[in-house]
């Protein structure tokens, strides 16, 4: 099947908790997703949402967005997550990392998993897909092979404003960048890295802006231990352990509608609100991008 890993794919992933680059759509195709994009910020950035866009863009954008939810159910990206987590898959959050040209706009090193609340699973799997070029220059990720079979390592907040994590977060521990390998993807390719492994970014120097779609895979089996409660699309096969509230791709995009539950923006908040339990965790500020009711 398309997308599907090889024998030895699935290997080097275990081995080196990534893989890239892995190609998914053709670079037009990848441009025509790349306009969609951009036709959303042309056609939403104002005051018409509770919002600013940028927040939907950067967390659970699949329960607003029908575009990052059609874009996770491509079919050979989740052969490939398939490959790695098995055949029930369900989709936690889809997100938009975009880095425009000449800012200094970073991801300091961290490990996913670190504030999700879904613990140090290993059937959890980021697929980063490029909408644009992602070279050094343009601020590609970092990855430090087979750092994910460490533990969760100690991090610290700098909620620095040139930091795109939600809290700024930091691994506390030394990294060293000679053991970096530079995740570079032309349009249409995709990385995979664990929740566990070891990666940042640098500041887009080029002429062009850096689009990324990061969809947050994980199995079934995986559960929120911090919060409350958690919510998941349901991507392919089924969810049998019914350890999340199953969320529907939205009906349409930031439909009038959806102000009223159980539609979309109002799914939104609620999602919001019950992951900041976990996200928020021992944050000394405020984590803007979790905050009820306030801008990000
Ligand atoms: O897009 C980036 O530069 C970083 C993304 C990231 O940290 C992630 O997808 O886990």
């Not at 863009?57 to 939810?69: K, W």
Request: proline share 5%.
């Amino acid at each position: 099947m398309a997308g599907s890993l090889t024998v030895s794919a699935v290997e080097a992933y275990a081995r080196d908790g990534f893989l890239f680059p892995l190609d998914i759509f053709s670079g037009d195709q990848a441009w025509t997703l790349r306009t969609e994009v951009e036709s959303l910020e042309r056609d939403w950035s104002d005051d018409r949402l509770p919002r600013p866009l940028n927040q939907y863009f950067r967390v659970n954008g699949q329960v607003v967005i029908p575009l990052l939810a059609r874009i996770a159910t491509t079919p050979a990206i989740l052969n490939a997550v398939e490959s790695l987590i098995g055949p029930d898959i369900m989709l936690w959050s889809a997100e938009l990392f975009i880095k425009e040209p000449g800012t200094a706009k970073i991801v300091s090193w961290h490990q996913d998993l670190t504030y999700w609340g879904l613990g140090e699973t290993d059937d959890e799997v980021t697929a980063w897909l490029a909408l644009s070029e992602v070279s050094r220059a343009s601020g590609c990720m970092r990855f430090v092979a087979g750092s994910h079979h460490q533990r969760i390592v100690p991090h610290r907040d700098t909620f620095h404003a040139d930091n795109l994590l939600s809290r700024g977060q930091e691994i506390a521990v030394e990294v060293d960048e000679a053991d970096a390998r530079f995740v570079e993807l032309h349009p249409g390719q995709m990385s995979l890295h664990h929740g566990r492994m070891f990666h940042a970014s640098g500041p887009n120097v080029s002429s062009d802006r850096r689009i990324g779609v990061a969809l947050r895979y994980i199995a079934p089996g995986v559960w929120q231990q911090v919060a409350e409660r958690d919510y998941a699309m349901l991507m392919r096969g089924a969810d049998r352990e019914r350890n999340w509230i199953n969320v529907a791709p939205p009906a349409g995009l930031f439909d009038p509608a959806a102000l009223f539950d159980p539609a979309a923006l109002v799914l939104y908040e609620e999602i919001l609100s019950a992951q900041s339990a976990a996200l928020a965790q021992g944050a000394e500020g405020q984590v803007g991008l979790y905050q009820a009711g306030a801008p990000a």
